[in-house]
């Protein structure tokens, strides 16, 4: 790892990464307190719309912005972001109204959805040797791991001292930041590319993936992670305060556990891709998220037993892990199977796709368990997610993807020894 830090413009993406995802953090906390203040009683309301917001902004604003900017240097894109970011925080203590939450909350979004591809997509361009990358994309799930686990804790040490208006401040100083340092960075120059419509440049990225049998299998993957990431985000406070009768500091433990879970598999799995090929890791984490919700359901129905505790912590551990031994290579997919021409918009579609997976899985979890029960729920979503395994092992993938993946995993290895 420290190895890649030394790259000196690696070094400075990954901390602009990092206190990007520090103000995000702080905006979420800052933002129900917002709203809370704004609503009282229907504060739910405004946050369940906001996210559901911001899966929108992600799906629809990502690829057509990676269309309208492709020619627009790296750089600036990124910074404009950044800038739009803090702009949007600093205004959000001025609002009034819900509907002006629900407007900012889109810019931000789609500021975000401008964002994080076009910097997923600039990685392998300054790290260019896979096995610096592979330990890169670790990097990255870690810092997304640390931020969902330290975000709550700082922002709550910063409110014994200050209120959640300047939490916003705060957060708008962290985008500012993240541009300040990607403004410092020397990029890769972009190659030039041929002029194209519109039009093609918007179905690009979906084109390589229709085209590429692997990525047509990773696009069910995506949906075997959100149906048992739905699980979690939405019906862990359910399941730890309703089902257990546990504290408020025991539904934070268990989060925690799903990070921790999540952030070992990601330091140790560069080891771990260097002797295995991807597809093989990928699909153990499919095989493990639907065994995991199933044992979701069994400790529910045995909710009053002394084991239910202790196992929930494990299979919240055990969830996190195989989340991350699906998601941390993606991106090396993504690399082996777009080029210079592509890539941007390979990306944007990535993260447009993933995150409209969460639009069925989300709410799913969450009507599910009002109506069924835990235990119902978590057994759909694992059905679910075997579905979508199969699909991304036999259906969308089928035996050309298994040759090629195979091939190209072979060739990874050679080349790493």
């Keep these: 790892m420290r190895n890649v830090l030394r790259n000196t413009a690696y ?19 800052a933002l129900g307190l917002l709203a809370f203040d704004l609503t009282g009683g ?3 309301i405004v946050l369940g719309s906001a996210l559901t917001i911001k899966m929108l902004a992600y799906v629809g604003v990502a690829p057509v912005v990676s269309a309208l900017t492709s020619h627009v240097p790296r750089k600036v894109l990124l910074v404009s ?43 392998p361009d300054v790290l260019p040797k ?69 039009v093609d440049r918007l179905t690009r990225g979906v084109r390589v993936f229709w085209r590429t049998p692997p990525l047509r299998a990773l696009l069910a993957m995506n949906l075997v992670v959100a149906a048992s990431t739905a699980m979690v985000i939405v019906n862990t406070v359910i399941l730890v305060h309703n089902s257990l009768e546990r ?20 330091l140790n799995l560069p080891r771990v891709l260097d002797r295995y090929p991807d597809r093989r890791v990928m699909l153990t984490g499919c095989a493990i998220l639907p065994s995991g919700l ?57 993260f447009s796709l993933s995150h409209a997976c969460f639009i069925i899985t989300n709410p799913l979890a969450g ?28 259906g969308l993938a089928g035996l050309t993807a298994v040759r090629s993946w195979t091939s190209a995993s072979t060739r990874l290895q050679k080349a790493n020894r």
């Design 294 to 350: 199933v044992a979701v359901a069994l400790l529910v129905l045995a909710q009053d037993s002394a084991p239910a505790w202790p196992g929930v912590l494990t299979v919240w551990f055990v969830l996190g892990a195989a989340t991350a031994l699906i998601l941390t290579p993606s991106a090396r997919l993504l690399r082996r199977y777009s080029d210079d021409t592509n890539r941007p918009a390979v990306f944007a579609v990535q």
């Design 11 to 29: 070094r400075k993406l990954f901390s602009a990464q990092v206190v990007a995802l520090i103000g995000t953090g702080l905006l979420t906390v």
């Design 81 to 123: 972001s950044d800038v739009l970011r803090a702009g949007v925080a600093i205004s959000l203590p001025f609002v009034t109204e819900a509907w002006q939450i629900y407007l900012l909350i889109f810019v931000l979004q789609a500021a975000s959805a401008t964002f994080t591809p076009a910097f997923q997509a600039l990685i």
């Design 130 to 198: 896979k096995s610096e990358y592979t330990r890169a994309l670790a990097l990255s799930r870690l810092a997304y791991d640390l931020e969902s686990l330290l975000s709550p804790i700082l922002a709550a040490a910063l409110l014994i001292v200050i209120s959640h208006h300047s939490l916003l401040v705060g957060t708008a100083l962290c985008f500012v930041g993240s541009a300040t340092l990607v403004l410092s960075t020397t990029l890769p120059a972009m190659r030039s590319t041929a002029a194209a419509p519109f």
């Design 42 to 44: 229907d504060a739910g």
């Design 247 to 266: 504290t408020q500091v025991d539904f934070a433990i268990t989060l925690a556990c799903y990070g921790l879970g999540s952030m070992l598999v990601a």
């Design 367 to 394: 009507i599910l368990g009002a109506t069924l029960g835990l235990a119902p729920t978590a057994l759909v979503l694992a059905a679910i997610a075997v579905l979508a395994g199969l699909a991304g092992l036999a």
